[in-house]
C-alpha cells in the first residue's frame, strides 16, 4: 500500500503528534497515537500485501495470492531484504505445481536473500531438494536434505524428508 520510506515518514510525524498531545494534556490521544505508529513501524518490517498472500495461500487460494504479490510493483524498492525473500519464497511455492524450472529459480533467490523464520528456510531448502531430485541430481538433493533437517527444529517436516530419502534410494 505504502513504500516503505513512507511507512517511516508517517511513523515519525504520529510520534511527534504524540509527543505534542503527551505535552499538551491529552493523555489517551497521545497513546492511541502511539499504537498507530506501532502499527506502521510493524507494516514496515512485515508488508501487508505479503500477509495478505499468505492468508490466502492457507486457504488453497493460489489466485488470490497471486492478486496480493502482483499489487507490489517493484519489489526491490518497496520492500525490506527478507521481505524479498518471502516475496520469491511465496512465488516459488505457487508456481511449484506447475513449472518446476521456475520455481527452483524463486526458491533459490528466496534462500540467497535469507527468510526470517528456520522452518521457512528448510521448507525452501526441502523444495530446492525435491526439484533437484526431479532433475536427476541426487548429491545436491542429499546436500539440501541435510541442510533442511537442521533447519527443521520441530522436525515439522520429518515425515517429508523421510519421503524424500526412500525416493531417493529408489534413483
Do not use: C
Not at 8 to 28: D, K, T
Not at 85 to 92: F, P, Q, T
Not at 99 to 112: D, H, L, P, S, Y
Amino acid at each position: 500500500m505504502f513504500n516503505k520510506i513512507y511507512k517511516l515518514i508517517i511513523a515519525g510525524l504520529l510520534f511527534a503528534l504524540a509527543i505534542w498531545q503527551f505535552v499538551e494534556g491529552n493523555i489517551g490521544n497521545g497513546i492511541f497515537l502511539l499504537l498507530l505508529v506501532g502499527i506502521f513501524i510493524f507494516l514496515y518490517y512485515k508488508n501487508e500485501m505479503i500477509l495478505m498472500a499468505f492468508l490466502r495461500l492457507r486457504k488453497q487460494d493460489f489466485e488470490g495470492a497471486k492478486k496480493w504479490l502482483d499489487k507490489i510493483k517493484d519489489p526491490e524498492k518497496a520492500l525490506v531484504q527478507k521481505q524479498q525473500g518471502y516475496y520469491w519464497y511465496l512465488h516459488g511455492l505457487m508456481v511449484s505445481q506447475t513449472n518446476i524450472t521456475q520455481a527452483e529459480k524463486f526458491f533459490k533467490r528466496a534462500v540467497k536473500l535469507g527468510l526470517s523464520m528456520s522452518q521457512d528456510l528448510a521448507m525452501a531448502k526441502l523444495n530446492l531438494a525435491g526439484i533437484a531430485l526431479t532433475k536427476r541430481r541426487k548429491r545436491e538433493a542429499q546436500l539440501l536434505l541435510q541442510e533442511a533437517k537442521k533447519l527443521d527444529k520441530h522436525n515439522m517436516l520429518d515425515d517429508q524428508i523421510k519421503m524424500m530419502k526412500q525416493q531417493m534410494k529408489k534413483i
